[in-house]
């Protein structure tokens, strides 16, 4: 009985991925750390109004602790977000992003879902993140993030010479 039954669940497994899958298009796979070429990253940036920069990608890509590529069925890349690190406790979101068509489906939530069960099985204990006032309810509400304290310095408009010189 127990080997008819798991014979019939093998059988309609089978019949899944032969018949439906290609005409799934609402199925999306996560991957941590899955390679992304800078073409498909400027792509995703084009998709939802951004402005990209050539070469972005594979500059900034070895200072990661990892990231997530969401995928629709035919490979497309339709979400990334970036988890940068100190090496050590703390683990940084950056650079959430769903392609533009493809929003508000739960492509986001599950990216950020995916970097913090990778943050912690890398031994973080800490993730961090920051946005805009809009994103509220995408950070807190739907990802599940905390309010705390942060502060903020915009470098580039800090002198670089000492008051010693
Ligand atoms: C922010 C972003 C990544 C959200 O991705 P998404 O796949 O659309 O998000 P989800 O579908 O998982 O949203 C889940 C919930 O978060 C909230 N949410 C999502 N986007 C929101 C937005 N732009 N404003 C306010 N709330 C938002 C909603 O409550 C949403 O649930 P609902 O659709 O049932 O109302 C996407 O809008 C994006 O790529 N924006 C452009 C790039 C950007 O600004 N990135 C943020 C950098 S900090």
Request: glycine share 10%.
């Amino acid at each position: 009985m127990t080997r008819h039954i798991l014979q019939r669940q093998k059988a309609v497994v089978v019949s899944i991925s032969m018949t439906e899958v290609e005409s799934m298009p609402n199925v999306i796979d996560y991957r941590w750390r899955d390679s992304i070429t800078d073409e498909e990253m400027v792509d995703l940036v084009l998709s939802h109004g951004g402005n990209p920069s050539t070469g972005w990608w594979p500059r900034i890509r070895g200072h990661s602790l990892g990231w997530v590529a969401a995928r629709d069925h035919a490979g497309l890349l339709v979400g990334f977000v970036n988890v940068a690190w100190d090496g050590g406790d703390h683990a940084f979101l950056i650079d959430t992003k769903t392609r533009g068509s493809q929003q508000r489906q739960g492509i986001g939530r599950q990216l950020v879902r995916v970097a913090v069960v990778n943050a912690a099985a890398a031994g973080c204990e800490w993730l961090f993140v920051d946005f805009g006032a809009e994103l509220a309810p995408f950070y807190f509400d739907a990802c599940g993030f905390t309010h705390t304290e942060a502060g903020l310095i915009h470098l580039t408009s800090v002198s670089t010479t000492s008051d010693t010189d």
